[in-house]
């Protein structure tokens, strides 16, 4: 059994911010996924953080739930969906990181269906001179590259160390591109060793092209979520 096919438990867990279902082995964590902040003690934050209201008995503090600041609740009512946190109902946030949530909702809701139903390519390991058609997919658990074909292998998001989307149908003037393929920097597991992974756009290029284009705004997620 590989790695990508042990079953990943999940769990119900409490936190300050509210209830969120986790993998039950943190290595099992999605590679989108963000850490939950820490909170501004009360005590350092008198003030609201964006409008400077002064807190009292009547102005309460509220703290965001995505960066943890100090807010008072015209600054900090809405609740948003917040799946990087993997909480199970919408929480509090400030207006900046509200509207952040909510644009990553648009890869949750569309890109990321498209990333789970795969595209076919010419795929080519920089160890070997021989291409073959293959289709990828990112795996459910959100941990994996799945490429099959004649033979099947898996690249971990973890392991990947650059990310470069190739176009084609540039012009000079700056007329409309399209996503042709794909150039992966990535270690295999258990080695330390960088490969080069090579993915061209096979017979369907617009399904092919999408798939592209959803991963390019997966590589924005997965570089923020490793430099948190």
């Not at 096919?5 to 986790?22: A, E, N, Y």
């Not at 990947?160 to 399209?178: H, V, Y």
């Not at 617009?206 to 997620?221: P, R």
Request: charged letters at 25%; glycine letters at 8%.
């Amino acid at each position: 059994m590989s790695s990508s096919t042990v079953p990943d438990g999940k769990k119900l867990v409490r936190s300050p911010s509210g209830l969120r279902m986790v993998p039950e082995n943190g290595a099992f964590n999605c590679p989108f996924s963000l850490d939950e902040p820490h909170w501004v003690p009360d005590k350092e934050c008198p003030r609201c953080m964006q409008c400077d209201t002064k807190f009292d008995f009547i102005r309460r503090k509220h703290h965001c739930r995505r960066c943890g600041r100090c807010f008072c609740d015209k600054c900090c009512s809405k609740k948003v969906v917040l799946p990087r946190m993997c909480f199970v109902d919408p929480v509090r946030q400030c207006t900046e990181c509200g509207l952040v949530s909510q644009t990553e909702m648009e890869f949750y809701d569309k890109q990321l269906k498209v990333l789970l139903g795969g595209g076919t390519f010419v795929v080519t390991l920089d160890s070997s001179e021989k291409s073959e058609t293959m289709t990828c997919r990112l795996s459910n658990n959100h941990r994996y590259l799945f490429l099959d074909g004649e033979s099947h292998f898996e690249v971990e998001l973890s392991r990947i160390s650059s990310m470069q989307i190739l176009t084609e149908g540039t012009s000079p003037g700056g007329g409309t591109s399209r996503a042709s393929g794909m150039l992966l920097q990535y270690k295999p597991m258990g080695s330390q060793d960088n490969q080069q992974l090579r993915m061209e756009v096979a017979e369907d290029k617009k399904v092919a092209s999408l798939w592209l284009g959803a991963m390019h705004k997966a590589a924005k997620l997965l570089y923020e979520s490793r430099d948190q």
